[in-house]
């Protein structure tokens, strides 16, 4: 299992960014699929998690509404849009799938003027 997250950099507040997160050695489509986050110090937070086909979406505490979590099956690529980004939502993204333990490198995201 190889999860490559990719899509992260720096951004001015109220700005938006994509995430993607490209799965390979298992069968993607069969997997529900998570983004994480971590800030130094502090454990991994759930961000949002997809169904296998996408027909079920949760999200963590007071992201709904910025972040759109979805899915192309066909490109094994789960996204992550990231609208009115904040200062807080600063930190390194990661996705996961569920029944894995293995989790990628993760991306990079900086909110700051």
């Known amino acids: 299992v190889q999860l490559v997250e990719s899509g992260g950099g720096l951004v001015q507040p109220g700005g938006s960014l994509r995430l993607a997160c490209v799965g390979s050695?298992?069968?993607?489509?069969?997997?529900?699929m998570r983004w994480y986050r971590q800030v130094p110090g502090k454990e991994r937070a759930f961000v949002a998690r997809?169904?296998?086909?996408?027909?079920?979406?949760d999200y963590g505490d007071s992201l709904e509404g910025r972040f759109i979590i979805s899915r192309d099956n066909a490109k094994n690529t789960l996204y992550l849009q990231m609208n009115s980004l904040k200062p807080e939502d600063t930190a390194v993204y990661y996705c996961?799938?569920?029944?894995?333990?293995?989790w990628g490198k993760g991306t990079q995201v900086t909110v700051s003027s």
């Open positions: 996961k799938a569920d029944g894995y333990t293995t």
């Open positions: 050695g298992f069968t993607f489509s069969w997997h529900a």
């Open positions: 997809i169904s296998s086909h996408g027909e079920e979406i």
